[in-house]
């Protein structure tokens, strides 16, 4: 499979590691062409690694991954183009984190979401809401973990739901640990679980930590 | 031990009775001196079981639940009086939740939260936050769920969260599970799980489930 990622930040070219290393075509997205760690990453990975421009990596993928953080994703987006995103699978990562005097604040919050933001933004793409509640070496090695934990996707097309789902697989996620919470609009649910992980973050010290949803049979 | 429970809701009265089960005894209270559904708790209960006021059930006790909802709780708390709180423990089980418009909102949220009322409402008081993030059956049977599963507790006062947690093991919850996220700050994040408890409640149809936070050792 040809994945964009577009950013170029722990996130990123962890994500599109991991995608080269399991054998798929990656180009990493950033704003500008000759974005060194974009650069120094495509020459480390592999000849299935390429850097490029948000557009670019957008033009060339069958599925694009946002994994800049959700305060700009839509400008990244923007970048990207509409006309490259139309009808593609578009997994969104990303948290609507940012320091701001010294707290953590999300921005959308409860109303709306990130992941809400980007379908109606680009409503030809398939969005799907996944990952962001989890470490980025959780995301990709989710036996660094112990347990049967989980991770949620959100979307409008079940499709592309069940195309990300084999995606997770891939990444070390069986499907019966991937949770479907509905429609996109669920994103805002899973955004508002991070001030959670983040006191836990605080709490432990490392982000090696996941939520198994444990019930009644 | 001597408790209110203020609230003569599901969660108050389910709450009331585990505790008259475990031999304490109970006053719940409710706005009016002759709540229905106060006084048939209480007749039904035991004869550790009394109904009556905010303030009376306050007055009366050595630890205070907070079983009424997040946006009313301050006023409740107003009427059993800050003189009836000082210097006690006050259990804060609540969420700030409010259908508006057909959809689910929280007030606070992210900036605030009803633990954080609540503690500079009453500044003597000791303020805990915990269980606000199960079903109340859960929260008097975890057993109910299989799993390691976890509760919380934050507030400022270390001695309270302790004794907190020695009532949380009379529930049936061992200190092992329940995890400390610090100060009553961090009501903020659990608070703010509530929608992600919501959207796997009407995923799942039925609330006997929790979250086991699984961990690299």
Redo the contacts between chains.
Sequence with gaps: MRYAVLGTGEVGRTLGGRLVELGHEVTLGSRSKDNPLAQEWATAAAARARAGTFAEAAAAAEVVINAVGGRVALDALGAAGAEHLGGKILVDVSNPLAFEDGEL??DP???DSVGERIQRAFPHARVVKTLNTVNVQVMVDPA????E?HVFVCGEDAGAKEQVTALLAEFGWPAKRV????GIR?A???E??L??W???F???G?A??????????
């Design positions: 604040r999300l919050v409860e109303s660094r973990v112990p347990g934990h949770l479907d919470l509905g669920s805002r649910a899973v508002m679980y001030p959670l983040l006191t836990l605080r709490g432990f490392k090696d930590f996941n939520i198994e949803v444990r019930r009644a049979g």
